[in-house]
């Protein structure tokens, strides 16, 4: 597999963190035949995909087609792959995370939450992954795990995973092990 450079590599982890893998603004000092060049062998290996631009929501433009619409660019999963992020992982949490529509209101495709880049083998997508399992995690397997202290794994848990991430956290009593944390599906 072809590594990526070190411009490809940042170009990729940039859109990695932005609402639907959007990869433009490109890097400031990319412009002209040598921004075309890098995106164009980015394309070419599968890492860019050239898109319709929703200029209503305000999506930068990459070209102009000509007939009054433009294109913009995201990173395909083969691209996060190239830069060492799971896309698996970020499917799971992007199919977990649902922005609630207003009462009274139908759910536009708005209000579906873009997906959000876990880097694999943080200690975050090792949380992530205890959660996901049938029998879930207790804060102490997650001390055990990680190596933190009970007050940083429940943070990690409520302000990061539940809140940051918007995924849903059910806990439930369990006799014998205490409070258990899992994703619960919505």
């Known amino acids: 597999m072809t590594t990526p450079s070190d411009t490809q590599s940042l170009i990729l982890s940039r859109a990695s963190t932005r609402p639907g893998n959007l990869a433009l603004p490109l890097p400031?000092?990319?412009?002209?035949?040598?921004?075309?060049?890098?995106?164009?062998?980015?394309?070419?290996?599968?890492?860019?995909?050239?898109v319709e631009a929703n200029l209503r929501r305000g999506e930068p433009m990459w070209r102009e087609t000509?007939?009054?619409?433009?294109?913009?660019?995201?990173?395909?999963?083969?691209?996060?792959?190239?830069?060492?992020?799971?896309?698996?992982?970020?499917?799971?949490?992007?199919?977990?995370?649902?922005?609630?529509?207003?009462?009274?209101?139908?759910?536009?495709p708005d209000?579906?939450?873009?997906?959000?880049?876990?880097?694999?083998?943080?200690k975050q997508a090792q949380i992530i992954a205890m959660l996901q399992r049938p029998e879930g995690a207790t804060v102490a397997e997650i001390v055990?795990?990680?190596?933190?202290?009970?007050?940083?794994?429940?943070?990690?848990?409520?302000?990061?995973?539940?809140?940051k991430l918007g995924l849903p956290i059910a806990a439930e009593k369990v006799e014998g092990r205490g409070t258990v944390y899992r994703l619960s599906p919505q």
């Open 66 to 108: 000509g007939d009054g619409h433009g294109t913009t660019l995201i990173a395909t999963e083969a691209g996060l792959e190239a830069i060492g992020i799971e896309p698996v992982v970020v499917s799971a949490v992007a199919s977990a995370r649902k922005a609630k529509p207003k009462p009274g209101q139908a759910q536009t």
């Open 111 to 122: 209000d579906v939450a873009k997906p959000v880049a876990i880097r694999p083998g943080t």
């Open 28 to 50: 400031e000092r990319l412009v002209g035949a040598a921004a075309k060049m890098v995106v164009g062998k980015m394309i070419a290996r599968g890492w860019l995909e050239e």
């Open 144 to 163: 055990a795990a990680t190596s933190w202290q009970a007050h940083t794994a429940r943070g990690a848990i409520s302000g990061a995973i539940k809140k």
